[in-house]
C-alpha cells in the first residue's frame, strides 16, 4: 500500500482553497443572499454610481419614491417622483413613474428622461446586512441611509 505525505503548508493551502470555493459556493445561492423580508427594511436613501449616470434614489415609507438622475457626459439632471411596491416572497420592487437610463442592452437610452409605468428592479438583496436593488447585470442601487428624506 502506497502512502502520501503532504507538508504542513500543503495542507493548510488545500483546506484555505476549500474554505474559500465553499464560501463561494455558499455566497453563490440565493438561499443565503436573502431577501428582506419586510418593505420596512428598504426604507431609505440608495445610490447607483455607473459608466452613464449616477443616480440617487429615496423609497419612503408612504410607498413613494424621489429620484434623481444626473447624465455624467453632459451633467443634465432629471427627477421624478413615483410609487413603489416590494412583494417579500419574489424579492421584487416594482416602481411607477420611474427614469430607466440603460434599454435591455445596456446601452444608453436617449428617452430615458420619460419615466415608465412598470419599471421593476428585479432582486432586493441582503448580504451581510447590507441591502442593494439589483437592475440586472448593469449596475446596482446601495443603501447609503435610512433617512426618509426632505
Known amino acids: 500500500m502506497m502512502h502520501i505525505r503532504f507538508s504542513v503548508k500543503t495542507v493548510v493551502i488545500l483546506s484555505l482553497a476549500l474554505v474559500i470555493l465553499g464560501s463561494v459556493s455558499i455566497l453563490?445561492?440565493?438561499?443565503?443572499?436573502g431577501?428582506?423580508?419586510?418593505?420596512?427594511?428598504?426604507?431609505g436613501t440608495y445610490v447607483a454610481d455607473y459608466k452613464i449616470a449616477k443616480e440617487k434614489l429615496i423609497l419612503k415609507d408612504d410607498?413613494?419614491?424621489?429620484?434623481?438622475?444626473?447624465?455624467k457626459?453632459?451633467?443634465?439632471?432629471?427627477?421624478t417622483k413615483g410609487s413603489w411596491t416590494y412583494?417579500?416572497?419574489?424579492?421584487?420592487?416594482?416602481f411607477h413613474y420611474f427614469i430607466v437610463v440603460l434599454d435591455g442592452?445596456?446601452?444608453?437610452d436617449p428617452?430615458?428622461?420619460?419615466?415608465?409605468?412598470?419599471?421593476v428592479i428585479q432582486d432586493a438583496v441582503k448580504l451581510f446586512g447590507r441591502i442593494r436593488l439589483e437592475v440586472g447585470d448593469f449596475y446596482s442601487y446601495k443603501k447609503v441611509g435610512?433617512?426618509?428624506g426632505p
Do not use: H
Open 28 to 33: 453563490a445561492s440565493r438561499k443565503y443572499f
Open 35 to 43: 431577501t428582506p423580508r419586510k418593505q420596512s427594511e428598504l426604507y
Open 63 to 71: 410607498g413613494t419614491f424621489e429620484q434623481e438622475v444626473t447624465i
Open 73 to 79: 457626459k453632459t451633467g443634465g439632471v432629471s427627477v
Open 87 to 94: 412583494d417579500p416572497k419574489d424579492g421584487y420592487v416594482t
Open 105 to 108: 442592452f445596456g446601452e444608453f
Open 111 to 119: 428617452g430615458y428622461a420619460q419615466p415608465k409605468r412598470g419599471a
Open 146 to 148: 435610512s433617512d426618509m
